[in-house]
Every structure is written in C-alpha cells, then in structure tokens.
C-alpha cells in the first residue's frame, strides 16, 4: 500500500513538472510572437495532428522504427556474444579493447559520412543504431559477467555443474542488472544516431528526410511535430524492451 502510495506522489510530481515546462514553453512562445522562431506546444500538437492523417507519416515512422529498431536489437545481440567471448578468453578482449574505444571515441556525423561510402542511405540508420549501442552493451555485460561471485562459481565447479548451467543460474542473475542499464542507454541514443543518419543520408520515407525538409522550408512547426514523434517512439520502444526484459528476469526467476 504504501509503496503504491508512494509511486503516485511521484507520478504526480513528475506530471507537474511537465506541465511547468509545456507552461514556460507556451509563455516564451507567447512572448517571441513569431512561430517561425519558436512554435507553441499547442501548434505543434496541431501539426501533428495534420501530419498523422496522412499516410506518408505512418510510413515514415515506420520505416525510421523498423530501421533503428534492427540495429539496436543486432548491437544488443552482437554485444553479448562478444561480452561472453571476452569473458572466456583474455586474447579476444584484448582484440576488441581498441576497436570499442575508437567507436565509442568518434563523433556520430564522422562515422555517418564514412558510411555513405559503403552503405546505402537507406540502411544507414542500421548502421549508426548498431555502432551507437554495441559498445555500451559490450562494456556493460563484460563488467556483469566479471562482477559474477567467484564463490558461486567455484562451487558450481567443484559440483561439476555443466557451462550451460551456470550460466543461466548464475551468470544471468548478475549480469541482469548491467543488461537492464545498457538497454535503457543505449536505446535513446541509437534513436539520437538513427535520426541524425537519416538527416545526412536522407533516404526515402524517413523520419531524418522529413525533419530535414521541414528545416529546408523553414517549417517550424513540423519541425517541432517530427522531434516530438520521434521522443514519444523511443520512450515507447525504451518502454517495451524493458517490459520484455522484466518478464524474462521473472521467468527466470521461477526457474
């Protein structure tokens, strides 16, 4: 009871903190009187409206959705095998030592325009959500699996418990923490690269292309209704991978 309580004091808190920042945000527009510079909250959320009843938008959000969501799921994928990888072997992390701090040193813009070289526009934001997430799902897991207790471990092998076991008894309840964290990191900022690679590149029917016109024609307000998709799409698929990941540390759990 008590910790529903709570939960609601701080929901309420949070909505008020919202309303004070839509309330500044409709004050300075108020203020500045010019929509080309500043869009209120409530004209955006006019374009917007505009915007969602064609279906160009739909297939824009979709597209950009289905492209970054690839990316972010082959990073995460692709960062817990090598995670593991280097856990087992000492040869492979010090392989991927350099590789994952220049990654995670070189600015999105520079990797974006060394890609256009290879890679087609259109799968660009692929490419960019994997490079942005791969890193942080790596360094996190690799620190899970190294923060294992030893003493679970060393008693799973004097009982001859098989790799396959341990791993899912005892390596999976200590990385779960890491993996929940390097979920929710990386998923705002694969949703930050996907778009900024969609605005260079500008393939077909994207999100990045339909921001970058909206700023070619000084179209403030879509401006504004393009970046609130965009925030509103990743907070629901940062909220949608978590889910799926409680259900499966409950799963677990029960095992």
């Not at 972010?72 to 692709?78: R, V």
Request: glycine share 6%; with cysteine.
């Amino acid at each position: 009871m008590m910790r529903s309580t709570t939960r609601g004091k701080t929901l309420l808190v949070r909505a008020g903190a919202v309303a004070f920042w839509l309330l500044l945000w409709q004050l300075m527009s108020m203020l500045i009187g010019q929509d080309i510079l500043l869009v209120s909250p409530l004209r955006t959320l006019a374009v917007l409206g505009q915007l969602a009843g064609s279906g160009e938008f739909w297939q824009s959000v979709l597209h950009s959705f289905v492209k970054i969501a690839f990316g972010f799921l082959l990073a995460i994928a692709g960062g817990s095998l090598f995670a593991l990888l280097s856990y087992k072997n000492r040869v492979v992390r010090e392989l991927l030592y350099p590789l994952v701090t220049v990654i995670k040193a070189t600015p999105v813009a520079s990797f974006v325009i060394l890609a256009l070289i290879w890679i087609k526009s259109q799968n660009l934001s692929v490419f960019t959500s994997f490079l942005m997430a791969f890193p942080i799902a790596y360094t996190n897991l690799l620190s899970g699996l190294q923060e294992t207790d030893p003493k679970l471990l060393e008693m799973a092998q004097v009982f001859g418990v098989s790799f396959g076991k341990r791993l899912l008894y005892i390596h999976l309840p200590a990385v779960s923490p890491y993996f929940v964290s390097a979920c929710s990191l990386s998923v705002g900022l694969c949703w930050k690269a996907g778009i900024a690679a969609e605005v260079i590149g500008l393939p077909a029917r994207s999100v990045g292309s339909a921001l970058y016109q909206a700023k070619i024609y000084l179209q403030t307000g879509e401006m504004f209704a393009w970046t609130l998709v965009i925030i509103l799409v990743s907070l629901l698929f940062e909220r949608a991978v978590l889910y799926v990941i409680r259900l499966l540390q409950n799963r677990i759990e029960r095992m």
